[in-house]
T-cell receptor, first 113, second 114 residues
Framework: GENVEQHPSTLSVQEGDSAVIKCTYS??????FPWYKQELGKRPQLIID?????GEKKDQRIAVTLNKTAKHFSLHITETQPEDSAVYFC????????????FGKGTHLIIQP | DSGVTQTPKHLITATGQRVTLRCSPR?????VYWYQQSLDQGLQFLIQ???????AKGNILERFSAQQFPDLHSELNLSSLELGDSALYFC?????????????FGPGTRLTVT
């Protein structure tokens, strides 16, 4: 089955700086790569996603890049703000036509004031 | 608010018991997914339904089962509960299956097995 590795597990940045979270996956048949933000005790919230026919996608301060050859994708958050503090999960579709998502272990992003 | 609803919010039960978790998808969504989130296993896909039919299975135990009803709500049944089943159970929905359609998560049910 699909295997998703996410790094780092914890990331602390100064407010206003950029944060980058990286994920690698194993199944070359995977086509869909969403990112979710989860605050403590809350639901995972979809913040951005990318599909295999696109190399980069941006939405205001958030961007995702995808390298299908190397099987890795990254989340970039610029001009970080205190409300960006949360756990971020990358995910990959299961490939082979199945639609369940395989998630990384998560990155705890801490924005230092 | 994603539009996906789940009940109950919290559930406390004893080992060996059986519980049912309920999910209503967003209006217009036909596909429902169940996920389990625990500290040691992370977020894991359990099972998916589309328009009343099972479509895909993930890491779902044989003690667990689910179904989707004609009104598209779904129930996850957990039986012979063990301490290790304590977790957050999320339901997600999408318009139809396929990677062109985003999955939106409900608020979750926190299950505590004592």
């Amino acid at each position: 089955g699909e295997n998703v590795e996410q790094h780092p597990s914890t990331l602390s940045v100064q407010e206003g700086d950029s944060a980058v979270i990286k994920c690698t996956y194993s199944d070359s048949a995977s086509n869909y790569f969403p990112w979710y933000k989860q605050e403590l005790g809350k639901r995972p919230q979809l913040i951005i996603d990318i599909r295999s026919n696109v190399g980069e996608k941006k939405d205001q301060r958030i961007a995702v890049t995808l390298n299908k050859t190397a099987k890795h994708f990254s989340l970039h958050i610029t001009e970080t703000q205190p409300e960006d503090s949360a756990v971020y999960f990358c995910a990959v579709d299961s490939g082979g036509g199945a639609d369940g998502l395989t998630f990384g272990k998560g990155t705890h992003l801490i924005i230092q004031p | 608010d994603s539009g996906v609803t789940q009940t109950p919010k919290h559930l406390i039960t004893a080992t060996g018991q059986r519980v049912t978790l309920r999910c209503s998808p967003r209006s217009g969504d036909l596909s429902v997914y169940w996920y389990q989130q625990s500290l040691d296993q992370g977020l894991q896909f359990l099972i998916q339904y589309y328009n009343g039919e099972e479509r895909a299975k993930g890491n779902i135990l044989e003690r667990f089962s689910a179904q989707q009803f004609p009104d598209l709500h779904s129930e996850l049944n957990l039986s012979s509960l063990e301490l290790g089943d304590s977790a957050l159970y999320f339901c997600a929905s999408s318009v139809i299956p396929g990677t062109n359609y985003e999955q939106y998560f409900g608020p979750g049910t926190r299950l505590t097995v004592t």
